[in-house]
């Protein structure tokens, strides 16, 4: 059964950028047809799917945040990771890791933006 950890700073400053990583374990992220996406919930409002990467390595972005977004992933740590650029406090939210392959969630990384 796979399994899926957030982590990552609480609290980010404005203009920073924002680095979360969702460790994996009871499974490997380069098995075949998996893929894993990034998906956050602001307060008071609903899911908003950030990107994803498939097992090859191959990403997608969600077009209204490509330009700031980027998903890697680190085959030796077996973490995928999330980088959030020029954050505002629009950007907090609750960031979840989710194995679409499984449908399983991570339980979430709450994220405030603040100065």
């Known amino acids: 059964q796979v399994q899926l950890q957030e982590s990552g700073p609480g609290l980010v400053k404005p203009s920073q950028t924002l680095s979360l990583s969702c460790t994996v374990s009871?499974?490997?992220?380069?098995?075949?047809?998996?893929?894993w996406s990034w998906i956050r919930q602001p307060p008071g409002k609903g899911m908003e799917w950030m990107g994803a990467?498939?097992?090859?390595?191959?990403?997608y972005y969600n077009p209204s945040l490509k330009r700031r977004t980027s998903i890697s992933r680190d085959t030796s740590k077996n973490q995928i990771t999330l980088q959030l650029t020029s954050v505002t406090p629009e950007d907090k939210a609750v960031y979840y890791c989710?194995?679409?392959?499984?449908?399983?969630w991570g339980q979430g990384t709450q994220v405030t933006v603040s100065s």
């Open positions: 989710h194995d679409d392959t499984s449908d399983v």
């Open positions: 009871g499974g490997s992220i380069t098995s075949d047809y998996f893929y």
């Open positions: 990467i498939y097992y090859s390595g191959t990403t």
